[in-house]
Every structure is written in C-alpha cells, then in structure tokens.
Antibody, heavy 121, light 106 residues
C-alpha cells in the first residue's frame, strides 16, 4: 500500500537547522508531487511547499521563502525538508503528503505520520 | 492573500446531520478538498474535487460547493466522526487551509 514514512523527532536550539526525511513506498516516487505541511500544537495546518520529484522543481509558501529547502534522492524514494534559522515558533509537527492530480484540482493523500520538531534553548 | 474561513466548532447529536462550512472568495471555482484529523493522528482525506469520496470513506460523507461556500455534510453522524475538519483549496500555485472546525458528537 502507499505509505510515507518520516524520520523521528528532533530537538534543536534556536538558530539551528533541521532536516526531516520522508520515504515513499508502494508507488513510483517520481510520478507524484510531494508536499510539506506543518502544525503547531493546538493549531491548524500550514502549507510550506511542494516538490516534483521527477524534475526537482519546487515551490514554497511566501512565509518560508529563503528558510526552507525541499530536496529528494530518487534512488531511495526519499524527500527531505530542511528548515534553517529555527525559532521557537517553528516548534510543530511536520508532515509530508503526496500530491494527487485530477481533472480539476490536486489533493493530498496519503500523509506521513508526522515528525515533531522542538526548538528550545 | 487568499483566506478560507470555517466555524471553530460544530456540535451534533449522534444519528443527526452535521454540516461544516468553508467560506472563501469565489471558492466555487476552486474545487476544494476536506481532511479529517482525529486527536494525535495525521490528517486523512475525506473529500476532493468538491464532492468525490476517496475509497474507504463512508457514504455518509458528502460535499458540495457553490458560489463562495463549500460544505462538508455528514449524514447519520457517528461518535467515530468526532474530529477536526479542514478545508483546503489552491490559490494560483499556493495551498490554503481553512482554520479548522472541531466537530463534537454529543
């Protein structure tokens, strides 16, 4: 079955960087976009950006431009999200989600299990 | 920037119909989708392209979208439907989520 398996929880100090991985299985990795979404505790969902694993093309939410980089290693069907200059406000669960395209729109399914990133001094 | 507005909470009695709305400018032109998120779990897609249910989602879930408002309807609501629900749409090449609605079944 289609699965996205993310790396484990991270604790980082302010100003550091974090890199979260998302390993895809059960489908051809390069055939579907990969998106990253985060959720602070008790808050809503916030989209960060997307990547086309085939071309490597990316797009980022304006809020994260310059701080986030999404990359991939197609040989191991894994995508990565790196966030730099971490602040306490970046403490959140980070999700990867596969993008699916239809005739009219795109949607996210499935989602990874989430990776908790804690930023604390 | 584009915004999607949802009511913070909706309450429904078991067996009754719950309606969760999502408001956005010209949302009827954007084919939004809906996610269900239970406590401590990852979001799950329950509706896409306005009114299409993914496989495995019960028939009691339905969707509609017209004008500026999309609606997720749960008929015969069950206790297992208690969760946060998020609408989501695309604005050009940017993804926008609604703020989420907590559905309480009591």
């Amino acid at each position: 079955q289609v699965q996205l398996l993310q790396s484990g929880a991270e604790v980082k100090k302010p100003g550091a960087s974090v890199k979260v991985s998302c390993k895809a299985s059960g489908y051809t990795f390069t055939n579907y976009d990969l998106n990253w979404v985060r959720q602070a505790s008790g808050q809503g969902l916030e989209w960060m950006g997307w990547m086309n694993p085939n071309s490597g093309n990316t797009g980022y939410a304006q809020k994260f431009q310059g701080r986030v980089t999404i990359t991939r290693n197609t040989s191991i069907s894994t995508a990565y999200m790196e966030l730099t200059s971490l602040k306490s406000e970046d403490t959140a669960v980070y999700y990867c989600a596969r993008g699916n395209s239809g005739y009219y729109s795109k949607w996210f399914d499935p989602w990874g299990q989430g990776t908790l990133v804690t930023v604390s001094s | 920037s584009y915004e999607l507005t949802q009511p913070p909470s909706v309450s429904v009695s078991p067996g009754q119909t719950a309606s969760i709305t999502c408001y956005g400018d010209k949302l009827g032109d954007t084919y939004p989708c809906w996610f269900q998120q239970k406590a401590g779990q990852s979001p799950v897609l329950v509706m896409y392209e306005d009114n299409t249910r993914p496989s495995g989602i019960p028939e009691r879930f339905s969707g509609s979208n017209s004008g500026n408002t999309a609606t997720l309807t749960i008929s015969g609501t069950q206790s297992m439907d208690e969760a946060d629900y998020y609408c989501q749409a695309w604005d050009s090449s940017t993804v926008v989520f609604g703020g989420g609605t907590k559905l309480t079944v009591l």
